[in-house]
């Protein structure tokens, strides 16, 4: 499903009993965090996608908390439940093991070949809704009610833009969330951390002495533009292509007003400007998605040029903290469909989980359907090896008949099944630049954990036990008669 604008999708959401429109006035200042954090921590049925609708100061609506649960969450991307992404994306693409290292980098390009068709062919729109009101004369931040999300915040923060750059040599562009500090009404910082692409094009940007980086900032729109844009894909493969694939048409495009960059048309704010890699200023700190403040550091300005708007723009936002918050389903959902993904690259593999305490990168729990010994570490390190799961702190592995979506269930597993003084893998490597239990930042202490049933050629000569499990025949009889016990 291609919604229009971010307000149609909020419509569907409130038809469907999912959205809560709050008149009452409420400050952007720390009060809108406070209400959304009580709501994504409460019960199941207060957990609703809120729409602020008299924030004091401003005129402009504030949505948050539409990736809230897993059934906005997959509504926004077209589909009925999470699950689908995953089914989906293997009709897509061949799930056949790849036989050697050619036939797996081919199978990558055909990836971003199949997104690139099933996105459909790129269209220009020459009055797009994005551009109905355009400021370029005295264009100003300070009609947006960007939030201060936590006290201790360096200030307002964008927590959930859609970031738009090209590589300074490729051309190719990247689409990025990166969180957008405001230091005053035409100037932000860009945190884009390391790893990720929009870092890797200042890297290019100061090699070549490019003394500017054309870039935009989209806010709102089609939902699934903007949790593309916080979709871990390979460099060359175009955010908007996997958007496109998930709407099932094609991202409307309109060219920028001041940058020689295209945007999505039924966006419904837009922040022109470009980032100066020479000029970088102390951000931060900041209440992050480790429930702990992230230091300052500093990181490239962004100036603005031009801001363009819908006439009925709402303001996309989101908040990050203690989990579980909004940004868990949206992790779940690159976690369910990126699957197949992983499956090309280690087949064995049956499902993977990142749960929520863990934070993404800090736990990553995987089945596989093992066949040989030393298969588990075989696994482990694909994964340290693949993209940004490289950053995973933790990987533990269990055997195929363990539902790795019920943390209970693996826990029995990991803490009955693992002699420590054989079953541990210690190494250093990259981690999330947000890790701050690491001694160095960004590079840190990993583990890798097998919590499969051992084989005789591991080292394990006992036999391994049995798991306790019902006659299958006395299930049916108690089935048959449940109904009539009472219980």
């Not at 923060?157 to 090209?166: D, G, H, K, S």
């Not at 951390?193 to 054309?214: D, M, N, T, W």
């Not at 996997?242 to 709407?247: E, F, I, S, V």
């Not at 490597?429 to 930042?441: I, R, W, Y």
Request: proline share 9%; with cysteine.
């Amino acid at each position: 499903m291609a919604f229009n604008s971010l307000r149609e999708f909020a419509e569907l959401l409130e038809a469907r009993g999912e959205l809560v429109r709050i008149t009452a006035p409420v400050s952007a200042d720390l009060e809108i965090t406070e209400i959304v954090d009580r709501v994504s921590k409460g019960p199941a049925e207060r957990n609703k996608a809120l729409l602020f609708e008299n924030v004091t100061g401003y005129e402009m609506p504030v949505l948050i908390n539409m990736f809230g649960n897993a059934q906005r969450m997959a509504w926004s991307l077209g589909v009925d439940k999470l699950e689908d992404l995953h089914q989906n994306l293997e009709s897509l693409i061949d799930l056949r093991p790849p036989i050697g290292l050619r036939e797996t980098l081919g199978r990558g390009a055909g990836l971003a070949q199949a997104l690139r068709s099933a996105g459909l062919k790129p269209r220009k729109v020459p009055h797009p809704p994005a551009q109905a009101i355009i400021e370029t004369e005295t264009p100003t931040l300070d009609h947006i009610p960007i939030l201060t999300c936590w006290p201790g915040d360096g200030g307002p923060f964008v927590t959930l833009p859609q970031v738009i750059t090209r590589d300074p040599v490729k051309g190719t562009r990247n689409v990025g969330m990166y969180r957008l500090q405001k230091i005053d009404s035409r100037t932000l910082l860009v945190h884009w951390q390391r790893h990720k692409g929009g870092a890797e094009h200042e890297r290019v940007a100061k090699e070549l002495s490019q003394p500017r980086i054309p870039a935009a900032i989209v806010l709102g729109g089609d939902p699934a533009c903007i949790w593309s844009a916080s979709a871990p894909l390979p460099p060359d493969i175009d955010e908007y292509w996997l958007a496109g694939w998930l709407r099932g048409r094609s991202v409307p495009f309109a060219s920028c007003i001041t940058q020689p960059l295209e945007i999505p048309a039924t966006a419904d704010i837009v922040i022109e400007g470009y980032v100066d890699p020479n000029e970088h200023l102390p951000e931060g700190p900041f209440g992050d998605h480790t429930g702990y403040y992230t230091p300052v550091e500093r990181f490239p300005v962004f100036h603005v040029t031009a801001i363009t708007r819908r006439r009925d723009p709402i303001y996309p936002a989101t908040v990050v903290g203690i989990p579980p918050m909004e940004d868990y389903w949206m992790g779940k959902a690159t976690e369910r469909l990126f699957l197949p993904l992983v499956q090309l690259i280690a087949p064995e593999i049956v499902d993977f989980a990142m749960p929520a305490p863990g934070i993404f990168h800090n736990l990553v729990l995987v089945s596989i359907k093992k066949r040989f010994p030393g298969q588990a570490q075989k696994v482990i390190h694909a994964l340290w090896g693949l993209a940004l799961l490289s950053l995973a702190k933790a990987i533990v592995v269990v055997d195929d008949w363990v539902d790795v979506q019920n943390p209970m269930e693996v826990g029995w597993q990991a803490l009955g099944n693992v002699d420590w003084s054989r079953d541990v893998t210690l190494t250093k490597g990259p981690v999330d630049q947000l890790d701050h239990a690491s001694t160095a930042s960004a590079f840190g202490g990993k583990i890798g954990i097998d919590a499969t049933a051992k084989l005789p050629e591991e080292g394990y000569s006992r036999g391994w036990p049995e798991v306790v499990s019902m006659d299958p025949r006395v299930k049916a009889r108690i089935d048959a008669l449940w109904d009539d016990l009472g219980i």
